[in-house]
């Protein structure tokens, strides 16, 4: 049991750097930019929860990611539209 959490474990260390890039990125840079930062983190955001749920063994949080996926596309549509129209 020991090494699957390791391997967990691992997996979230591993997507901690390409998560805090976005991140960088999303304060950064141009509106465009920063829309397609923003959604490139949530994108690596949804794996790094789901391996932090099952590396802390608490399968039950997976919900979490899940409802990430199903907001992030409609947030970055009408984020994307108010860009458009507004600025």
Do not use: H, K, N
């Not at 994108?43 to 409802?67: C, E, G, H, K, N």
């Amino acid at each position: 049991m020991a090494v699957v959490t390791g391997l967990w474990l691992a997996a979230t260390a591993a997507l901690l750097p390409p998560f805090a890039l976005a991140a960088l990125l999303a304060l950064r840079g141009s509106a465009g930019t920063r829309l397609v930062a923003a959604q490139l983190a949530s994108s690596i955001a949804v794996p790094l929860l789901v391996a932090m749920s099952y590396a802390f063994d608490q399968p039950s949080i997976a919900d979490l990611p899940l409802t990430l996926v199903l907001l992030t596309l409609p947030g970055t549509l009408l984020m994307a539209v108010f860009l458009e129209r507004w600025l």
